[in-house]
């Protein structure tokens, strides 16, 4: 059964302060692993699609990256616009999306 | 409208209610999904059409039922829900079920008293 574990589960960080987000996967059969945006109420919003380790991939300040087992989403100099909650799924050979509990990332001033 | 839409975004029900939420999608896929979303849990799959056709079930109580017209349109159909089904329900869609990244909309907030 594929399975993705996200950490931290919260993180709030001031403005400007660089950090990174985890997400630790298993899947048989990597089709491909993704990255989520999602604000209080709203629907998850897409933002990267990851599929092979070595992959990079940036948007204004985020950058995700790819391993074998994990993936790193990136938040460099990040601004209170940046706050909510970052999601990681992946897809495997069954197809389906099997998403991890997310990141909630609060950012200050 | 553009991308996916749901109505209604907010829905107040009693166990004994009928009630039905609407998922529409503007992007020209031919798969859609509905999701559960509960707090401090993963999203949940429900069920997946792909071409009209119901591809995924999963393991989903009998009070809740979907139905696909057409490859635009999704409706899950409520009855004799319980409180523990208050929720989140998101509706997504893809290019085709295994195809790269799921569209969502915004969801429904249901709340069964």
């Known amino acids: 059964e594929d399975q993705v574990t996200q950490s931290p589960e919260a993180l709030r960080l001031q403005e400007g302060e660089s950090s990174s987000l985890n997400c630790s996967y298993t899947?048989?059969?990597?089709?491909?692993l993704f990255w989520y945006r999602q604000d209080p109420g709203k629907g998850p919003e897409f933002l990267f699609t990851?599929?092979?380790a070595g992959e990079e991939k940036e948007k204004e300040r985020l950058k995700a990256t790819l391993t074998k087992k994990e993936s790193f989403l990136h938040i460099t100099a990040p601004k209170p616009e940046d706050s909510a909650t970052y999601l990681c799924a992946v897809s495997g050979t069954a197809s389906k999306l099997t998403f991890g509990t997310g990141t909630r990332l609060q950012v200050t001033l | 409208e553009t991308g996916v839409t749901q109505t209604p975004r907010h829905l107040v029900m009693g166990m004994t209610n009928k009630k039905s939420l609407k998922c529409e999608q503007h992007l020209g896929h031919n798969a859609m999904y509905w999701y559960k979303q509960s707090a401090k849990k993963p999203l949940e799959l429900m069920f997946v059409?792909?071409?009209?056709?119901?591809?995924e079930n999963n393991s989903v109580p009998s009070r809740f039922s979907p139905e696909c017209p057409n490859s635009s349109h999704l409706f899950l159909h409520l009855h004799t829900l319980q409180p523990e089904d208050s929720a989140l329900y998101l509706c997504?869609?893809?290019?085709?079920?295994?195809?790269?990244?799921?569209?969502f909309g915004p969801g429904t907030r249901l709340t069964v008293l």
């Open positions: 899947v048989s059969g990597l089709r491909g």
């Open positions: 997504a869609s893809s290019t085709s079920y295994g195809a790269d990244e799921q569209f």
């Open positions: 059409y792909n071409f009209k056709e119901q591809t």
């Open positions: 990851l599929y092979s």
